[in-house]
């Protein structure tokens, strides 16, 4: 699974340089794509704006195939305060471009699943794949327009995974 989660992270971090290479967050005194897994970061009150926020939040197997496949669910949460050069009124502006980045960030919904516990990253036997997004309505929170998409994602255990 941790390699399927990592593939899945690393594939959409890439896209998202190649798609805009702007949208960066500071984080622990490093610049770096806008795109993080939450369980990996430091534990925050709020998460950070105009960045995507990776959460895992289900698990599922079919132990009636022959091969396991694994089923798991992962929000996208992102949120914006739109600019300050415009006051923050293009907040729904921004909301929108970060909706249509996530759409090409998604597509195409296969990559080759990688381990990464070494260096380089060494290429494994099957592809993770995902489902459409399902984008939830906007909120909003005092200045903050924000939206979760949920993600099915999809990858055969290969021998010697755990």
Do not use: H
Not at 37 to 51: G, I, K, L, M, R
Not at 107 to 114: E, V
Not at 128 to 138: H, L, M
């Amino acid at each position: 699974m941790q390699n399927a989660q990592n593939t899945f992270y690393i594939t959409l971090r890439d896209r998202l340089v190649a798609l805009n290479p702007n949208r960066t967050i500071y984080l622990r005194g490093v610049t770096r794509p806008g795109i993080l897994v939450e369980s990996n970061e430091f534990v925050v009150a709020q998460p950070p704006s105009d960045v995507f926020v990776l959460r895992w939040i289900g698990l599922r197997n079919d132990p009636y195939l022959s091969d396991v496949l694994v089923q798991m669910e992962c929000e996208i949460a992102y949120m914006t305060e739109g600019t300050v050069g415009n006051l923050g009124m293009d907040r729904g502006a921004m909301l929108t471009e970060m909706d249509a980045e996530l759409m090409a960030l998604l597509q195409p919904n296969t990559a080759q699943k990688m381990n990464y516990a070494s260096t380089p990253a060494v290429p494994m036997e099957t592809q993770i794949f995902w489902s459409e997004a399902s984008f939830q309505p906007q909120k909003v929170a005092r200045d903050r327009l924000s939206r979760v998409a949920t993600v099915s994602l999809f990858s055969y255990e290969e021998p010697g995974e755990q």
